[in-house]
C-alpha cells in the first residue's frame, strides 16, 4: 500500500476545501436555516406530528442526507474531473499507485468534506429543534456509509464526463429527484399506494429510512435491509472503479 | 540488461490510428538519449507508453527489468517524467505540487532534497508563489522539480527546451548534465539538432511511428565530420589516372569528376598531394567544391528515404 500517496492526494483535495472554508461553513448553515423557516415553520405548523415526531424534528435527517449526499456527488467528481481537464491527471496514471490508493484518496477527502457539511447541518438544526438521537452509533455509521458511497458515485461520474455540462447533468437529472422522492420530506407511508411500491425502487429510500430510525426508531424499511441496500450500493460503486482503472476507460488513452 | 527495454510496440488510438508501428529500442543505464523527430512521429506516444499514461496495443516494455503494465508499480517507481504541455495546477503553491508529487511517488518527505532541487532549478525564490503567478519558462522549471522530487532513475524529458530562452536552455543542460553524472538515465525529445549534438550521448530518430535510426553521437559525428571533394574535369577521363590509384576516388558516370572523400579531423587531408598528382597526370581541373554532412542532413535524408519507400 502507497500510504504517503494515498496521504498526498488526500492531503492536496482537502488544501481545496480549507482555501473556501467560509464558503464550506457558511452556506449549509443559510440553506438549513431557510428550510426550517419554510418547512419547519410554514408547513410544519399544518402537518405538526409525523408519527409522533415533530415535523421540524423529522425532516432532520433527512435534510442531513439531502447535502451529504449531494455535495459528496459534486466534491468527488469535481476532485477527479479538474486533473482530466487541465492535464495534471498524468501524474497520477505515471505515478506507482493502484486504483484503490487513488480511490481512497479521492473519496476519503469528498467524504470528509461531506462529513463535515452533515455535522455542520446537524448542529444548526439543533437551533431550530429539540433532537434527540436514539442510536448515535447507528447514525455515525449510516453518515459515515452515505459520504463514502455517494463520494464514489461521484468519483465514477467525474471520470464519465467529458464537459462541464455532463458533471452537472447527472446530480442534477438523477440524484437531486431521487433525493427529493426518497423520503426526506415525509413519510413513504405518506404516499398513495402505487407510488409507496415505486419508492422501494429508489436507493435513497434505504438510506434516509436508516438514518431517521437512528434518530427517531422509526423507519420505512427494516434497518437490516437499509444497512444492506447501502453495502450494495457501495460494492457496486466500487467494482466500477475497479473496472474503470482496470480498462483505462476514459482516463488512459 | 538495458535499463529501458521495448519491444515491438505498437500502438493504435481509439480512433484507429496507429501511432507507433513496431518500435523496438534498448536505452543503457545511465545514458542520454535524444529522439529526434518532426511533429507527430510518435515521440511523446512512445513516452506516455512508456510511462504508463498509455496503453499499448502490442509488444512489451521493461524498465529496470519490470514490466510496464504487470509490475506497474516496480518500473514506475524508478521514472519521472516532464511532459511537453505545461500541465499543472494554477491554485497550487511550487512547494506544494513538488511534494505533492514526492508523495505521490510513496517516498517519505525530505525537505532538504526538496530544497535542493529547486534551489538547482532557480525556483526556490519561488516556493511560494501560485504556479499560474510564474512565466512559461518557469513553469517548466516546476515541472522537471515535481519530477526530480522523487528521484527518477530514470528521466523522460518531452521536449524540454521549446519555447525557453537560450539561457535557460543553457542551464537545463547543465542539469541535464548534472543529473547524468549522478548515474540517472536520461530520455529527451527534441526538435532541435544543436540539442541533441550539444547534450546526448546516443540519438534516435523516430518518423511516422517508425524508429529510424539510432547511433552513437560519436559516430554520427565522425560521419558528419566527413566531407566530400568532388572535382569537375575540363575533359572528361575514361578512368581514374592509374597515379592516383592510392587515393579511393569516384568517378562520375560521365567520366567528368572525380570524388574524394576525406576526414576534416585527420592530420593531413591529402588535398595538396591529390591537386599535385592531378596536375601531373595531365588532367585540367575546371572547378572545385566540398560538401559536409550534418547531423540535419542525416536526419532529413533518412526521412525523406522513408516518405520515398512509403510511397513507392
Ligand atoms: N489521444 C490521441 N488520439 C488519437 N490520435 C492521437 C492521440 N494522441 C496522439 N495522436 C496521434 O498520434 C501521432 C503521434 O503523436 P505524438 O504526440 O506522439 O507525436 P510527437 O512526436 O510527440 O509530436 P510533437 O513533436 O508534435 O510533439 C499524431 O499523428 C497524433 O495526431
Ligand atoms: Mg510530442
Known amino acids: ?253 | 540488461m538495458p535499463t529501458v527495454e521495448i519491444r515491438d510496440v505498437r500502438k493504435r488510438y481509439d480512433g484507429g490510428f496507429e501511432a507507433l508501428k513496431g518500435v523496438s529500442l534498448d536505452i543503457e543505464e545511465g545514458e542520454i538519449l535524444a529522439l529526434l523527430g518532426p511533429n507527430g512521429a510518435g515521440k511523446t506516444t512512445l513516452i506516455s507508453a512508456i510511462c504508463g499514461i498509455t496503453r499499448i496495443t502490442d509488444g512489451s516494455i521493461r524498465v529496470g527489468g519490470h514490466d510496464v503494465v504487470t509490475e506497474f508499480r516496480a518500473a514506475r517507481s524508478l521514472v519521472g517524467l516532464v511532459p511537453q504541455e505545461m500541465n499543472l495546477e494554477p491554485f497550487q503553491t511550487v512547494i506544494a505540487g513538488v511534494r505533492f508529487s514526492r508523495g505521490l511517488f510513496g517516498k517519505r518527505p525530505d525537505e532538504a532534497l526538496i530544497e535542493r532541487i529547486l534551489r538547482r532549478l532557480s525556483l526556490w525564490d519561488k516556493r511560494n508563489a501560485k504556479v499560474m503567478e510564474l512565466s512559461g519558462g518557469m513553469k517548466r522549471r516546476v515541472l522537471i522539480a515535481k519530477a526530480l522530487a522523487h528521484e527518477p532513475r530514470v528521466l523522460f524529458l518531452d521536449e524540454p527546451t521549446a519555447g525557453v530562452d537560450v539561457e535557460l536552455r543553457r542551464d537545463m543542460w547543465d542539469t541535464v548534465a548534472e543529473l547524468k553524472r549522478d548515474g540517472v538515465t536520461i530520455i529527451l525529445t527534441t526538435h532541435y539538432i544543436e540539442e541533441a549534438e550539444a547534450i546526448a550521448d546516443r540519438v534516435g530518430v523516430i518518423n511516422k511511428g517508425e524508429i529510424l535510426l539510432v547511433e552513437d553521437k560519436a559516430s554520427l559525428m565522425t560521419r558528419m565530420g566527413q566531407k566530400e571533394l568532388t572535382i569537375e574535369l575540363t575533359d572528361p577521363v575514361d578512368s581514374v589516372p592509374p597515379a592516383l590509384s592510392d587515393y579511393d576516388l569516384r568517378l562520375s558516370e560521365d567520366g567528368g569528376s572525380l570524388t574524394y572523400r576525406y576526414d576534416t579531423g585527420a592530420d593531413r587531408t591529402g588535398i595538396g598531394r591529390l591537386m599535385g598528382l592531378l596536375a601531373e597526370a595531365g588532367c585540367q581541373v575546371r572547378d572545385v567544391h566540398t560538401a559536409q554532412n550534418s547531423l540535419e542532413d542525416i536526419f532529413v535524408g533518412l526521412v525523406a528515404r522513408q516518405e520515398e519507400e512509403t510511397a513507392a
Open chain 1, 1 to 253: 500500500m502507497n500510504l504517503p500517496a494515498i496521504w498526498a492526494i488526500y492531503k492536496f483535495e482537502m488544501a481545496r476545501f480549507f482555501r473556501s472554508i467560509l464558503q464550506s461553513f457558511v452556506s449549509p448553515v443559510i440553506s438549513t436555516s431557510l428550510y426550517f423557516v419554510v418547512f419547519g415553520a410554514a408547513i410544519g405548523s399544518r402537518i405538526d406530528q409525523v408519527e409522533g415526531v415533530s415535523y421540524g424534528a423529522f425532516i432532520v435527517p433527512g435534510l442531513i442526507m439531502l447535502s451529504v449526499m449531494t455535495q459528496a456527488i459534486s466534491n468527488a467528481s469535481f476532485g477527479i474531473y479538474f486533473p482530466k481537464f487541465i492535464g495534471t491527471i498524468y501524474e497520477l496514471l505515471s505515478a506507482p499507485v493502484n486504483f484503490l490508493e487513488i480511490v481512497l484518496g479521492f473519496v476519503g477527502a469528498a467524504a470528509t468534506k461531506a462529513l463535515f457539511i452533515g455535522v455542520v447541518i446537524l448542529g444548526t438544526a439543533a437551533f431550530f429543534v429539540d433532537l434527540q438521537i436514539m442510536h448515535p452509533v447507528a447514525m455515525v455509521i449510516f453518515l459515515l456509509l452515505t459520504c463514502m458511497s455517494f463520494s464514489l458515485l461521484g468519483f465514477i461520474i467525474g471520470i464519465w464526463a467529458r464537459n462541464f455540462e455532463q458533471l452537472q447533468l447527472v446530480p442534477l437529472l438523477v440524484v437531486t429527484p431521487l433525493v427529493f422522492l426518497g423520503g426526506s420530506f415525509y413519510s413513504i407511508s405518506m404516499l398513495p399506494p402505487a407510488w409507496q411500491t415505486v419508492a422501494y425502487f429508489n436507493p435513497v429510500v434505504y438510506l434516509v429510512s436508516g438514518f431517521r430510525w437512528s434518530f427517531f426508531g422509526l423507519a420505512d424499511v427494516p434497518i437490516a435491509v437499509s444497512l444492506l441496500a447501502i453495502a450494495g450500493f457501495t460494492a457496486i460503486c466500487l467494482a466500477a472503479v475497479w473496472w474503470i482503472f482496470k480498462t483505462g476507460w476514459r482516463i488512459r488513452t
